[in-house]
């Protein structure tokens, strides 16, 4: 499911690649919204055309960096055989490039990011291969913060947690903690500690997201969700309840809203028998986003638990009619608890 509309997706690519390119606005704009469209024709009934498309813009050149972000492995209903082909193709290419062309920093961080993405539909060795090409791109750039980062991210997903602490610390290093990087850098370790149970490590981490960030930007809604669940660990439910509050302000930014809205620290205060605040936050999230599972959810069980019967069972049958609806099991189980059969 794709959760980042049109105009979002554009602004925020942009955002990210203006700087490292010296192209006109207006010309990678238009640059930006074509790779967008082959994007999502990739899960459509074009997909195949769209895979095409991206394999010659690869072939005619594999160092362009905005073109692995748009590049998605075949998924149901329009995965077909045909584009299964297209899409190892354009892996080939890559593999081709580098091949040709092995001390070429920029090929092979493609290349790695490639490999990734393809990891989404076949794990393990494919992303030890992402990572090896990733650590490989690191040497022949040694002083690239996005690569660092990047390496940093795969480390982190694959459980290589000493690693990703070390990558993440090295970013900051070259980034001097400022910007963008430096903000992914603490969220990684702020997420890292809150696994390990290093509460006040973690909290430090998230605080810097939070200082380090102006205020629309699309991270601080998922730090003041950890920062809420590190104070409702730490007993402080108040703090917890103002953090919910200056999560829901973030998400609620009009360029942001596609991103979703964070629900854990919701969730753990229903649990904890808080229900008003996120009844309230689970409502504003589901008028900008009604289609999302998770606030549909939250909403559901905090009305379950609240007592208030009417309410939690249309949530939760709402809940099911939903595409994605991953605690299916458990509301079945209240539905059928609700209408007392």
Known sequence: MLKVCRVSLVIILLTSVVAAQQLDPEALLKKMEKLQKLMFEQHSPDADR???RLLELVRADPRDKDLPDFITPPLPPFASKEGG???????????????????????????????????????????????????????????SVEFHSQLAHFYQLTDRQDQAITAYKEVLRLCSDQGDEAVQAHGGLGEIYFGRGK??????????????????????????????????????T??????????????????????GFECDLAIEL?????????????????????????????????????GDKENALREWKKYLSLRYAPQDEEARRYVKELEGK
Request: charged share 30%; glycine share 4%.
């Open 50 to 52: 769209a895979y095409r």
């Open 85 to 143: 082909d297209a899409f190892n193709a354009i892996v080939d290419a890559y593999q081709q490039a580098v091949k040709k062309s092995p001390d070429d920093p920029d090929i092979r961080f493609n290349y790695a990011r490639l490999l990734w993405t393809k990891s989404h539909t076949l794990a393990g060795k494919t992303r030890s291969q992402a990572i090896e090409e990733m650590e490989k791109a690191v040497k022949l750039r040694p002083n």
């Open 199 to 236: 509460l006040k490590e973690a909290l430090a981490e998230f605080q810097r997201v939070v200082e380090l960030e102006r205020p629309s930007e699309s991270r601080s809604n998922r730090a003041y969700d950890y920062l809420g669940r590190i104070y409702l660990k730490q007993g402080d």
């Open 238 to 259: 108040k703090k917890a309840v103002e953090m919910l509050k200056k999560a829901e302000q973030v998400s609620l930014d009009p360029v942001l809203q596609s991103f």
């Open 270 to 306: 229903v649990k904890q028998g808080i229900y008003d605040e996120p009844i309230h936050y689970f409502q504003t999230a589901l008028k900008a986003t009604p289609d999302q599972d998770e606030p549909r959810y939250g909403l559901a069980l905090a009305y379950t638990k609240k």
